[in-house]
T-cell receptor
Framework: GQNIDQPTEMTATEGAIVQINCTYQTSGFNGLFWYQQHAGEAPTFLSYNVLDGLEEKGRFSSFLSRSKGYSYLLLKELQMKDSASYLCAVRSPQQNFVFGPGTRLSVLP | EAGVAQSPRYKIIEKRQSVAFWCNPISGHATLYWYQQILGQGPKLLIQFQNNGVVDDSQLPKDRFSAERLKGVDSTLKIQPAKLEDSAVYLC??????????????FGEGSWLTVV
């Protein structure tokens, strides 16, 4: 079966750092993806991990531990525009993307 | 580069009526997906095509939902008859064929369905 878990909501302050966790149990693994989704809009790609370790991309970093079935997305120097839902997704070897429930992040001034 | 195109953007229908959504993927993308996203939840895969063949439709409610991609390019998702619980955003996405690093999927803006 497929199970992906994320916290439902998080709140942080402008300029701060926030870490959004994702745990997964899936049959088959070919990469973990993070997407950002603003209210009323389609998800947009943020980052991708297929090997263990940290991938850094500007203010956003993503970490993966395949043995623990665990990933996190780290957002630094938070801005108001970062208020959005963050979706964790696991890709299967058949290119099937399974999404988690999403974490709604609110950035406060 | 043009993105994934979807239409209509918004649709309101009464229960038991039918509706159809259209999607045109990014040029050259062999894999096409239809996802259903209910408000406050993550997207749920309905069907995945590789060219014009179905790879996965295990979560498609086949008694009322159907989808086709006859020429391996654009696709249509149909719901007949619609139920109240079908109210959701229907997201079409596409990706390159398997292989290579990354190969993320790219989403269209979605078709918002309200069933009353």
């Amino acid at each position: 079966g497929q199970n992906i878990d994320q916290p439902t909501e998080m709140t942080a302050t402008e300029g701060a750092i926030v870490q959004i966790n994702c745990t997964y149990q899936t049959s088959g693994f070919n990469g973990l993806f993070w997407y950002q989704q603003h209210a009323g809009e389609a998800p947009t790609f943020l980052s991708y991990n297929v090997l263990d370790g940290l991938e850094e991309k500007g203010r956003f970093s993503s970490f993966l531990s395949r043995s623990k079935g665990y990933s996190y997305l780290l957002l630094k120097e938070l801005q108001m525009k970062d208020s959005a839902s963050y979706l964790c997704a696991v890709r299967s070897p058949q290119q099937n993307f399974v999404f988690g429930p999403g974490t709604r992040l609110s950035v406060l001034p | 580069e043009a993105g994934v195109a979807q239409s209509p953007r918004y649709k309101i229908i009464e229960k038991r009526q039918s509706v159809a959504f259209w999607c045109n993927p990014i040029s050259g993308h062999a894999t096409l997906y239809w996802y259903q996203q209910i408000l406050g939840q993550g997207p749920k895969l309905l069907i995945q095509f590789q060219n014009n063949g179905v790879v996965d439709d295990s979560q498609l409610p086949k008694d009322r939902f159907s989808a086709e991609r006859l020429k391996g390019v654009d696709s249509t998702l149909k719901i007949q008859p619609a139920k109240l619980e079908d109210s959701a955003v229907y997201l079409c996405a596409s990706s390159l064929a398997p292989g290579g690093r990354g190969n993320t999927i790219y989403f269209g803006e979605g078709s918002w369905l309200t069933v009353v």
